[in-house]
């Protein structure tokens, strides 16, 4: 079986993403744990965090920030 992929996301609060993906499937992931260093640092600033948005399989933000969709599926929590 192929893994999911993102097909919509949005910035619902500073560092948690809502992702949904193709199965249907909605869940809630704390970006709060990458944010580190200059590369990431960047998605400190709210206004930038929430630029995110699907790149065809996962999520990406301008500059080419992106989160691993194995990540994105597997650590985030499904909402109830």
């Given at each position: 079986?192929?893994?999911?992929?993102?097909?919509?996301?949005?910035?619902?609060c500073p560092y948690q993403l809502l992702v949904e993906f193709d199965n249907?499937?909605?869940?809630?992931?704390?970006?709060?744990?990458?944010?580190?260093?200059?590369?990431?640092?960047?998605?400190?600033?709210?206004?930038?965090?929430?630029?995110v948005a699907v790149d065809g399989y996962t999520v990406a933000w301008p500059d080419g920030q992106d989160i691993c969709p194995d990540e994105l599926y597997h650590l985030g929590k499904p909402l109830s």
């Open positions: 079986m192929l893994r999911p992929t993102a097909v919509h996301v949005k910035a619902v249907g499937e909605k869940k809630n992931f704390d970006v709060a744990p990458y944010i580190k260093g200059e590369w990431y640092g960047m998605l400190r600033s709210f206004e930038y965090f929430r630029r």
